[in-house]
């Protein structure tokens, strides 16, 4: 399968078909794209900011994690102010916070590692 932008209706790991779904959880679990999205929940960050935020992610896998996010829509490009979330990323981590909820819930009712 090409290293093309996770898109519905193309296949994309675990879809033939590629439904939405499957489009959208294939392009997040993608190296760094999830926390570029989480890190810019807050507002617009230059890609030096957003490098610095992440922690560790090259430059080249964070501008193609960018193109990416950028290509399907979530996060936008607006000159010197930097990247920041579209209306539809923002939407996004919206449905994200409840799990993010979730998680700490979670992370509290498993038994500790011995």
Partial sequence: MPRTTPRPGRPVRGSRTGRPVMALLHLLS???ALRAIWELRAG???FRALQDACGGVSP???NR???ELRES???DLAGSQGY???PLGR??????LPLAEWSRRWARAIPPER
């Avoid at 939407?91 to 994200?96: R, W």
């Fill in 30 to 32: 993608r190296r760094w």
């Fill in 44 to 46: 617009r960050l230059t």
């Fill in 60 to 62: 080249t896998v964070l």
């Fill in 65 to 67: 994690r960018l193109r």
């Fill in 73 to 75: 829509g979530l996060v």
């Fill in 84 to 86: 920041g979330l579209t």
């Fill in 91 to 96: 939407e996004l981590i919206e449905v994200f």
